[in-house]
Structures are given as structure tokens and as C-alpha cells.
């Protein structure tokens, strides 16, 4: 049953703390998008992945933000410092190399993430 | 006008009944239009998706109508049965052009609740 495996699934911090976000995308799968969603904004694009290189990231703050992907196996979205703005759910979401669409990607569960 | 409208917040609806869905955008460079269903605790789901050169699309009980001159779609659910209750998103997808991709802008959500 192949599917985007994030973890933590909840994330309860402290403000200044560091908080790293992980997505296993679906094996195969080259693209990988990270969205965040809250009650206010919606979903929104943060970064966007592609064999592993940045293709945008205009969606995340930068002074704070940061996204990798070391290996074809693993993205991470690290927060550092974290302040109660970041609260929200963290969505990864991974596409096959077959299909370029945004739409066609997969999501995973969510980080719920609370800043306290 | 990278914004995608949708209305209404919130839609309660009978078994059986239809539920609709509406969204509007500005921007004429969006090229394709999905649908995304979402459970509680669950990432996002494509439902439907359609291009702007056609009017209609059906698959089962969901059908997309499509305005191009109005700048609208809406998702509409025929026999709305309770297991559809969930949040439903928008999005449209606008090109990428520059790494021959697209990325999407998602509507705030429609949370349906469909009673026996």
C-alpha cells in the first residue's frame, strides 16, 4: 500500500524551539511539495521538490524556514525558531515522475504542530 | 489575483440531496482545475479534476461544471450519502514555466455535512 509517510504526526513545542518536520515520499516518486494549512490561510504552498533540487520555495518564510531533501527517501521541513504562528498542519505531498502535475501528487497524514 | 474563491463555508445537506460547491477565480493563466476531498485527520485527496476547454466532467456522483467566461466551476455531489461528509477544496493550477511544471492555489474549503 504505497503512500507519503509523515512523522511526527503531532509536534507540541516550545516558542525558540527547533521543530523538524520528516515525509517519506512514495518510492519512485521525484517531486515532493510541502503545504501548510490553518483555518485562516488555507492550504498553501511552502517548497517544491524535484529529484531533490528546490524549484520553489517562495511560499516559505526564509529567515525561519528551511526544507531538504537528503536523499530520494526523505524531505525535511525544519522550523528554527519556532514561534505560535507556525501552529498548523504541515502537509507533504509526493508526485511520480510520470505524472508533472501538481494536482496529481499524493498526500500524506499531516504534522499537526502546536507552538506554544 | 492568484486567489481562488470558494463558497460557502459550510454546507449542510439531506441525505440524497445535491450538494454544490462553488468557486471562483481572476487569474486566466490557471490550466486545470481539481477537486480535493478531506477527512478529519487525513491529507487531502483528488476527487475530480477538469480542464478549462471543457464545460463539464462526471465520475459517478461528482460532476464539475465549468464557466470559462464567468470564471467559474463548481463541484456538485448528486445523492449526497453521510459518508461524503468531510471538507471539500478548489484549487487551480497555475504553470510553472520556467521547470516546465504548475503548482496549486486552493480555495479556503466547504465543510459538508450530510445527515440521514
Known amino acids: 500500500d504505497a503512500r507519503v509517510t509523515q512523522t511526527p504526526r503531532h509536534k507540541v513545542t516550545e516558542m525558540g524551539q527547533e521543530v523538524t518536520m520528516r515525509c517519506q515520499p512514495i518510492?519512485?516518486?521525484?517531486?515532493v511539495f510541502w503545504y501548510r494549512q490553518t483555518m485562516m490561510q488555507g492550504l498553501e504552498l511552502l517548497a517544491y521538490f524535484r529529484n531533490r533540487a528546490p524549484l520553489d520555495d517562495s511560499g516559505m518564510p526564509k529567515d525561519r524556514f528551511s526544507a531538504e531533501m537528503p536523499d530520494a527517501t526523505l524531505a525535511t521541513l525544519k522550523i528554527q525558531p519556532s514561534e505560535p504562528r507556525d501552529s498548523a498542519v504541515y502537509f507533504c505531498a509526493s508526485g511520480s515522475p510520470r505524472r508533472l502535475s501538481a494536482y496529481e501528487a499524493f498526500f500524506g497524514q499531516g504534522t499537526r504542530l502546536t507552538v506554544v | 489575483q492568484q486567489q481562488v474563491k470558494q463558497s460557502p463555508q459550510s454546507l449542510i445537506v439531506q441525505k440524497g440531496g445535491i450538494s454544490i460547491i462553488n468557486c471562483a477565480y481572476e487569474?486566466?493563466?490557471?490550466?486545470?482545475f481539481p477537486w480535493y476531498q478531506q477527512f478529519p485527520g487525513k491529507g487531502p485527496a483528488l476527487l475530480i479534476a477538469?480542464?478549462?476547454?471543457?464545460s463539464e466532467k462526471k465520475e459517478g456522483r461528482f460532476t464539475i461544471s465549468f464557466n470559462k467566461s464567468a470564471k467559474q466551476f463548481s463541484l456538485h455531489i448528486m445523492d449526497s450519502q453521510p459518508g461524503d461528509s468531510a471538507t471539500y477544496f478548489c484549487?487551480?493550477?497555475?504553470?510553472?514555466?520556467?521547470?516546465?511544471?504548475?503548482?496549486?492555489?486552493f480555495g479556503t474549503g466547504t465543510r459538508l455535512q450530510v445527515f440521514p
Open positions: 487569474n486566466t493563466a490557471f490550466d486545470y
Open positions: 484549487a487551480a493550477s497555475i504553470p510553472l514555466v520556467a521547470y516546465n511544471t504548475d503548482k496549486l492555489i
Open positions: 518510492l519512485g516518486h521525484n517531486t
Open positions: 477538469i480542464r478549462p476547454d471543457v
